[in-house]
């Protein structure tokens, strides 16, 4: 059974870091793209960020570029976002999300949660001011 677990949230203040995870179980990562998403209470649920599944391909909400880095370790099954320079308005929840990469209609459709069928449950980021 696939599933996804996220860690490393937490609280930071304005302009910090923190790296999360998203640890797969149950499946091998290749074939697979992975996303990140992020809701914020009131808020749709957005993408922002993904990785093809060779790896070769990346892709970023333009609130987040230059701010976040994605990256996998296939062999460690492990999907990492390295948020740095952080705002307030990064404050939400992140879910990691996977789905075979193949036959997508768009480059846009990576960041589109509701092409990914696989989630896991969450870890929260709390940004200070």
């Known amino acids: 059974q696939l599933q996804l677990v996220e860690s490393g949230g937490g609280l930071v203040q304005s302009g910090g870091s923190l790296r999360l995870s998203c640890a797969a179980s149950?499946?091998?990562?290749?074939?697979?793209?992975i996303g990140w998403f992020r809701q914020a209470p009131g808020k749709e649920r957005e993408g922002v960020s993904c990785?093809?599944?060779?790896?070769?391909?990346?892709y970023y909400a333009d609130s987040v570029k230059g701010r976040f880095t994605i990256s996998r370790d296939n062999a460690k099954l492990t999907v990492y976002l390295q948020m740095d320079s952080l705002k307030p308005e990064d404050a939400a929840v992140y879910y990691c999300?996977?789905?075979?990469?193949?036959?997508?209609?768009?480059?846009?459709?990576?960041?589109?949660?509701?092409?990914?069928?696989?989630w896991g449950q969450g870890t929260q980021v709390t940004v200070s001011s």
């Open positions: 990785i093809s599944a060779a790896g070769g391909n990346t």
């Open positions: 149950g499946f091998t990562l290749d074939g697979y793209a």
């Open positions: 999300a996977a789905e075979p990469d193949e036959g997508r209609a768009s480059l846009s459709s990576y960041l589109n949660w509701r092409t990914f069928g696989s």
